[in-house]
């Protein structure tokens, strides 16, 4: 009897892992990175994307930047070589809605909070995002025509579309995700991970319905 005990609470801790598991990829945890250049070419700073249960943490620190507040936008696509940053074409915003946190149509996914530039040029910033991901779905920003994250020359009022009114573009960098560098679909979104973890539980379940079978055999 001691012994169908042991092996049953050593099969519910398994099952208990395998949903702690699956869970785990359904929040997501991928990383990502961006060179920031500004219009001369010049580095000027880094960025760091890690997807957490709560969204994207993006970290930017850099230096040779003007002073002041600016807009700082995650944009549509990874294509940074025209000396304007336009060929990255405008925000991320797969929702199709307006531009800002204030515009009651809005935010874009690819909005975020302005950026702060000390007297000296350095930029030390961090913000939290639960509009975008680095997984699969219509909100990832790696999908196949990439993202990049771009600085502008003013403030984002939060509410002008389609860009808050923040000027021109003065620096950017192409968002690469982390491991193998494979662009991710555009489809699947979080739904495509419910299998994955459904799978893990399942094969979990009917192993442990196997094993009970057995011992009651015994």
């Not at 960025?47 to 040779?64: L, M, Q, R």
């Not at 680095?134 to 003013?154: P, Q």
């Not at 009917?206 to 009970?212: C, R, T, Y």
Request: without cysteine; glycine residues 14%.
């Amino acid at each position: 009897m001691r012994k169908r005990r042991s092996v049953l609470f050593a099969l519910v801790g398994a099952l208990l892992l395998a949903l702690s598991a699956g869970v785990a990829i359904a929040q997501g945890g991928g990383t990502a990175t961006a060179e920031l250049e500004d219009t001369d070419g010049n580095p000027v700073g880094d960025a760091n994307f890690t997807e957490g249960p709560e969204g994207v943490a993006i970290v930017v620190e850099g230096k040779g930047m003007p002073p002041g507040e600016h807009g700082i936008h995650v944009h549509e696509k990874s294509d940074t070589n025209s000396s304007d940053f336009k060929s990255a074409g405008e925000h991320h915003n797969p929702a199709d809605d307006k531009h800002g946190f204030n515009n009651s149509e809005g935010p874009h996914a690819g909005d975020l909070e302005n950026i702060n530039v000390a007297e000296d040029g350095t930029v030390s910033y961090t913000t939290t995002t639960d509009q975008i991901t680095l997984s699969k779905g219509e909100r990832s920003i790696l999908d196949s025509d990439g993202s990049s994250l771009i600085i502008h020359d003013k403030a984002d009022d939060y509410e002008t579309d389609p860009s808050g009114d923040s000027g021109d573009r003065i620096a950017a960098g192409e968002i690469k995700g982390s491991g193998t560098g494979e662009a991710l679909p555009k489809s699947g979104g979080s739904d495509a991970l419910l299998p994955t973890v459904f799978g893990i539980s399942a094969v979990a379940v009917i192993g442990m319905a196997v094993l009970l079978r057995r011992l009651r055999q015994a």
